[in-house]
């Protein structure tokens, strides 16, 4: 009877330790597969920042002056494209869907500042009421608004080509 006791034990630890191997086993898989996830989260978003349409997007908020706004207009379209892109990086990283790190791979300092200090501006102006939480957390991950550098406005001929100069 002792014989089928320590049997019975034996059988149980084994089937506890591969339950166990198993549970790790799953754990590293499904690390793994979000590390591909947000992998390819993140080559989308690089691929994204680097369109054309966002290298126009950024020229023309950071030519504007401070002053209105219209509605639809092409300053409007540039801020809107520029504000959408942040706000799904923010609200992946407040989702806990993009690693903090990953945020800051993706959104360098400088454009963080850009989203901040310039794009900000432009959403007070069109809508005194808007959402303030993406900016916030933002530049939270950067040491808070005062860590983010300066972004100077740019005039039309400093976004220009040496070819467009006549150069």
């Known amino acids: 009877m002792a014989y089928v006791e ?31 996830s947000q992998a390819e989260v993140v080559r989308r ?27 639809d207009s092409a300053v409007d379209r540039q801020r809107r494209l520029i504000s959408h892109y942040f706000q799904k990086v923010t609200k992946l990283g407040r989702a806990g869907l993009l690693d903090e ?14 989203f901040c200090r310039v794009v900000e501006r432009m959403e007070a102006k069109v809508s005194p009421a808007y959402d303030r939480s993406p900016f916030d957390w933002l ?17 039309n001929a400093s976004l ?7 150069g």
């Not at 149980?12 to 979000?34: G, H, I, K, L, Y």
């Not at 790190?101 to 850009?114: G, I, P, Y």
Request: proline share 5%.
């Open 45 to 71: 978003l690089l691929d994204d920042y680097s369109s054309a349409s966002m290298l126009t997007a950024i020229a023309g908020v950071r030519r504007w002056g401070g002053g209105r706004i219209p509605i």
């Open 101 to 114: 790190d990953l945020v800051r791979t993706v959104l360098s300092k400088e454009q963080a500042s850009l």
């Open 139 to 155: 530049a939270g991950l950067y040491g808070g608004r005062d860590m983010l550098p300066h972004i100077p406005p740019r005039s």
């Open 6 to 36: 320590l049997a019975s034990v034996v059988i149980a630890a084994a089937a506890a330790w591969a339950a166990f191997r198993s549970a790790r086993a799953s754990e590293s898989a499904a690390v793994e597969a979000r590390k591909a």
């Open 160 to 166: 220009s080509s040496p070819d467009s100069n006549g």
